[in-house]
């Protein structure tokens, strides 16, 4: 059993430039979640996904988008890179239950030149 | 509104030697409470969590947490650390507003002294 996976590992994209991240997990979990790392920031929300077919804006939302047409995968895109865009992403997944756990993939690493 | 604190950037300890991770939360009903590992260039892993009963939780890797309501915190010890704990620490707490989600602290860097 994998988990979650993410793909790219990691990345080096020219401002202005379109990128999706993947992500797929197989632990048939409802709900889904985007977040990225910064230095002395911790975990910050972008985007999340509480079943197949929505989705929910999250703390940092602007200049990503998401979409969850089924339960495995939970794509997450910058339509036009900027450099403050630079971090480490990381998607999650977890049983939409309350008290749920929420388990991470690897993680995306992005520079936005 | 919904915060948790990790009051504490870095902590440097000795290999051997106790630790404790603070964590403060502010939350107004039961917390659900979590702690995660992150070692470098990881993910996080669950290290172990709080719903309810027992207000002393066991975890992996030797961890354990305990909960006090009266001041809101569920800190992270370990009786004697190894060279092997030096990773990131993160405190979250699950919240139920629209939706579920974790709440989480900036972390906590541990390095280990020799």
């Known amino acids: 059993i994998a988990g979650i996976t993410q793909a790219p590992t990691s990345q080096i994209l020219a401002a202005g430039r379109r990128m999706t991240l993947r992500c797929t997990q197989d632990m048939r979990h409802n709900a889904m979640y985007w977040y990225r790392q910064d230095l002395g920031l911790g975990l910050r929300l972008i985007h999340y996904?509480?079943?197949?077919?929505?989705?929910g804006k999250g703390e940092v939302p602007d200049g990503y988008s998401v979409s969850r047409a089924n339960t495995d995968d939970f794509p997450l895109t910058l339509a036009s890179a900027v450099p403050s865009q630079t971090s480490v992403y990381f998607c999650?997944?977890?049983?939409?239950?309350?008290?749920?756990?929420?388990?991470f993939g690897p993680g995306t690493r992005l520079t936005v030149l | 509104a919904q915060s948790v604190t990790q009051p504490d950037i870095h902590i440097t300890v000795s290999e051997g030697a106790s630790l404790e991770l603070r964590c403060n939360y502010s939350y107004g009903a039961t917390p659900y409470l979590f702690w995660y590992v992150q070692s470098p260039g990881q993910g996080l892993q669950l290290l172990l969590k709080y719903f309810s009963g027992d207000t002393l939780v066991q975890g992996i890797k030797g961890f354990e947490a305990e909960f006090k309501r009266s001041q809101s915190s569920f800190n992270l010890r370990k009786p004697s650390v190894h060279w092997s704990d030096a990773a990131e620490y993160f405190c979250a707490v699950g919240v139920m507003d629209s939706n579920y989600q974790l709440i989480w602290g900036a972390g906590t860097k541990l390095i280990i002294k020799p």
């Open positions: 996904s509480n079943t197949a077919g929505t989705t």
């Open positions: 999650a997944s977890s049983d939409s239950t309350s008290g749920s756990e929420q388990f």
